[in-house]
């Protein structure tokens, strides 16, 4: 049995520190001989902004021809799918929300088109992770970008208790997640603990 692991670094910066955040569950994971894992750089996977155009509302696909061409399919295969990305100006920074948006081909099948997204046999079976970072110290700093996340993940058929966080804040200078003293450990677990619950999901 191969596990599907789908991951997208959100970042307008290369490596910075919540892809080092998704790496560190990526690893986690990977240690796994049955995971599979894939990760896309958002800003450099040719995913462009909604057009609003509501087409996919008649097409039941976006009429875009980018990179969600190949994400598309890859959204709907994966058993587990992880969302890393930093917080700007109070707000999920815009690769990431670039992309939630264009999720919207997946809301019009489900809701206006009344299509299912995924088989009915693989509902409950999927997960979902955001991975954080902020350089602010307020404990309110994520509070803008939760409800874009479950958005990401519901219309995508990935339940708001099925969806897991892992958000370190007062981490601003590229590298600063490195020394924070718990954010390589939780992470670790995080992938572990994923990689545990979807096994028994997938063979109940």
């Known amino acids: ?65 980018d990179g969600m061409d190949i994400y598309h399919d890859k959204i709907i295969d994966a058993d587990i799918i992880l969302l890393s990305a930093p917080i700007y100006c109070m707000g999920i920074a815009a690769p990431a929300k670039a992309l939630i948006d264009r999720m919207q081909v997946f809301r019009s099948r489900k809701y206006v088109l009344r299509l299912p997204v995924i088989p009915p046999e693989r509902k409950g079976k999927r997960l979902g992770a955001f991975l954080a970072s902020a350089g602010q110290d307020w404990p309110h700093v994520f509070d803008a970008a939760i409800p874009s996340v479950k958005c990401f993940y519901h219309v995508i058929d990935i339940r708001d ?12 200078e590229k590298g600063a997640i490195g020394t924070h003293p718990t954010a390589q450990a939780d992470a670790v677990q995080l992938g572990k603990t994923m990689i545990a619950e979807i096994r028994k999901r997938l063979a109940a």
């Open 161 to 172: 208790a099925d969806i897991s966080y892992l958000m370190i804040n007062h981490v601003d």
């Open 1 to 65: 049995m191969t596990i599907k692991v789908l991951a997208f670094a959100g970042s307008p910066r290369r490596h910075g520190n919540s892809e080092m955040l998704l790496d560190w569950v990526l690893a986690s994971m990977a240690e796994d001989p049955e995971v599979s894992v894939e990760k896309a750089a958002l800003t450099e996977a040719n995913i462009n902004i909604c057009r609003g155009c509501n087409a996919c509302e008649k097409l039941n696909k976006c009429i875009q021809r």
